[in-house]
């Protein structure tokens, strides 16, 4: 009959340890839901944008990236591979992204590699403050000991792989996979929220009358504020030293409702004067633009809404079909009468609609 000593049984068990230890990392490095070490664009991993963006931006094949808020998720990457085939892009946004996240996603892009920058630019984050990158940095910078914390982390475990191994079960069951998982699983509609939300006038009115809007802006200090954060942005973005790269700045289609809350609360003048200081920035540039969708008369029209900043694909898809089209390019030679237009709609869709609108 064999027996085991005390110490033979702490060798079994130190080994045996071992072994289960590097398993289980080894089994993180195949799974890598994350995409920390390599991007595997057919898998059905449910995809949440700040745990994926780093490593898409440092591992995914791509020519284009696409940078921003909510504003650039519902984005339809097919619009730009038809329009220019050989447009390669990537999707790098999150909801609610401040602009030291913007600066910290930014840093970590291949140049190399890139051609083109398609940028939304949100006024409003220019005039926060106090705020910092959110980010788990263990996803996005490199070192023995984040991939480590990534390899054996309780999100990768406990959250995302059992998740993603049932999902990639439940695609090869299912003959018709509803539009929710697919999206929610396809790399290029990380973050769309198009199927889950209402676009109606009378939905976007009614969260306007009881008091759903946009955070408070604070005023004191708002324009040297604004100034600052723009001038940041841009020296850490170094867009000189990137003279191959096309920067493509984007004023999204913020709806008429909107600019009527900011004129509300005192800062539509603040925020128009921005768009100015933007231009008069960007244009020392050589290799900048500015895409301004701010004078559509569709802005007018809530219908096209979700809320009074978010719209839905029938803009949105407009949105990158034009994202070259110089009739859409602010500069200045044509800021005064586009600045003029955005006040034309807005005025008129306060006349038309004060019945409702608050005082």
């Avoid at 944008?49 to 504003?71: C, E, F, I, Q």
């Avoid at 792989?161 to 699983?185: C, E, N, Q, R, S």
């Avoid at 969260?207 to 408070?216: A, K």
């Avoid at 407009?318 to 994202?323: A, E, G, M, P, S």
């Amino acid at each position: 009959r064999k027996r085991y000593t005390s110490g033979k049984f702490l060798k079994t068990f130190v080994v045996s340890a071992i072994i289960a230890i590097f398993c289980i990392g080894f089994a993180g490095f195949i799974f890598d839901p994350f995409f920390q070490f390599r991007v595997n664009a057919d898998s059905h991993y449910i995809l949440n944008p700040r745990l994926v963006n780093g490593g898409l931006a440092k591992n995914y094949d791509y020519n284009t990236v696409l940078l921003g808020s909510s504003m650039v998720q519902n984005y339809n990457m097919s619009i730009l591979r038809k329009n220019y085939p050989k447009t390669k892009p990537v999707k790098l946004s999150s909801g609610g992204m401040n602009i030291p996240e913007m600066e910290y996603l930014y840093s970590f892009v291949n140049m190399d590699n890139t051609k083109d920058f398609i940028i939304n630019i949100d006024i409003a984050l220019f005039n926060q403050f106090g705020i910092g990158n959110r980010y788990p940095k263990y996803l996005y910078e490199n070192g023995i000991l984040n991939k480590l914390k990534y390899l054996y982390g309780y999100e990768t475990w406990m959250q995302y792989i059992p998740a993603d191994i049932g999902m990639a079960l439940y695609f090869k069951i299912k003959k018709d996979v509803p539009l929710t998982y697919k999206m929610k699983t396809s790399i290029d509609d990380i973050g769309n929220n198009s199927f889950d939300v209402q676009y109606s006038a009378n939905n976007v009115k009614a969260q306007y009358i009881n008091g759903i809007s946009v955070s408070p802006q604070v005023m004191e200090d708002m324009k040297t504020r604004m100034e600052a954060n723009l001038d940041s942005l841009l020296v850490r973005m170094n867009i000189n030293k990137h003279k191959d790269i096309r920067y493509t700045f984007v004023f999204s289609s913020y709806s008429a409702l909107y600019w009527y809350h900011a004129k509300r609360y005192n800062y539509y003048e603040p925020f128009m004067d921005f768009v100015y200081y933007f231009n008069k920035c960007v244009e020392k540039y050589d290799n900048t633009r500015i895409a301004f969708f701010f004078d559509r008369e569709e802005i007018a029209d809530l219908n096209y809404y979700s809320d009074i900043t978010h719209f839905g694909p029938v803009l949105s898809d407009t949105i990158l079909t034009n994202i070259y089209n110089p009739k859409y390019e602010l500069n200045g030679l044509n800021i005064d009468k586009k600045m003029s237009v955005v006040d034309s709609l807005v005025n008129s869709f306060i006349e038309e609609n004060k019945n409702w609108l608050p005082e």
